[in-house]
């Protein structure tokens, strides 16, 4: 079956702090892997990873392919109180289930002034 | 529309009632998503819907709930007799075509429904 699975599942930091989150996945004809952040109702797009060993960098968040290994991790330097979010990792595939795309559980991240 | 649609944005409801939540994509889009998430926890895969192809209903919970979609326009989940564990957002969710080909999926801002 497949699956994603995130870690930690919640984590407090305080300000100016670097944070890894990450996501290891079980995914059949796996395609690409997916970050969103969600503050409040709606997730918002942060990346798509298709290749391995490439770093994606928006400002201070990046975030990087391991086929081999079958994992991403997303990083976010010098975090601030806005980064405070459920960040959520998903993997898509070629013509699986759930409309090609399986969801992890995310992750809580909390960061304190 | 410019983005994911969806209404009500909260609703409230009595136990054993019947409700509709809409969901109209961004125009153009042919791929239509259902997750429902509770309280503190992630995205629950409910259905999906491709064009014109059967929907993929693998992940509804009971045969209480149900959704359709008319081409590739607005989307109704209707969820029939309300129980309380039914309480949570009802997220939409839509992407050009399949998102194995590249396309990432943009979502609604959610339905918060509340069985009391």
């Known amino acids: 079956e497949d699956k994603v699975v995130q870690s930690p599942l919640s984590l407090v930091v305080h300000e100016g702090d670097t944070v890894t989150l990450n996501c290891s996945y079980e995914?059949?004809?796996?395609?690409?892997l997916l970050w969103y952040k969600q503050e409040k109702k709606a997730p918002t797009f942060l990346f798509m990873l298709?290749?391995?060993?490439i770093e994606k960098k928006s400002g201070r968040l990046s975030s990087i392919l391991d086929k081999k290994e079958l994992f991403s991790i997303l990083n976010i330097t010098a975090t601030q109180t806005g980064d405070s979010a459920i960040y959520l990792c998903?993997?898509?595939?070629?013509?699986?289930?759930?409309?090609?795309?399986?969801f992890g559980k995310g992750t809580k991240l909390s960061v304190k002034p | 529309g410019a983005g994911v649609s969806q209404s009500p944005s909260n609703k409230v409801t009595e136990k054993g009632k019947d409700v509709e939540l809409r969901c109209d994509p961004i125009s153009g889009h042919t791929a239509l998503y259902w997750y429902r998430q509770r309280l503190g926890q992630g995205l629950e895969f409910l259905i999906y819907f491709q064009g014109n192809s059967a929907p993929d209903k693998s992940g509804l919970p009971s045969d209480r709930f149900s959704a359709e979609r008319t081409g590739e326009s607005v989307s109704t989940l209707t969820i029939q007799r309300t129980q309380q564990e039914d309480s949570a957002v009802y997220l939409c969710?839509?992407?050009?075509?399949?998102?194995?080909?590249?396309?990432?999926?943009?979502f609604g801002e959610g339905s918060w429904l509340t069985v009391v």
């Open positions: 298709t290749s391995s060993g």
């Open positions: 998903a993997g898509g595939n070629y013509g699986g289930s759930q409309g090609n795309l399986i």
């Open positions: 969710a839509s992407s050009l075509s399949f998102t194995s080909f590249g396309n990432t999926i943009y």
């Open positions: 995914v059949t004809n796996f395609r690409s």
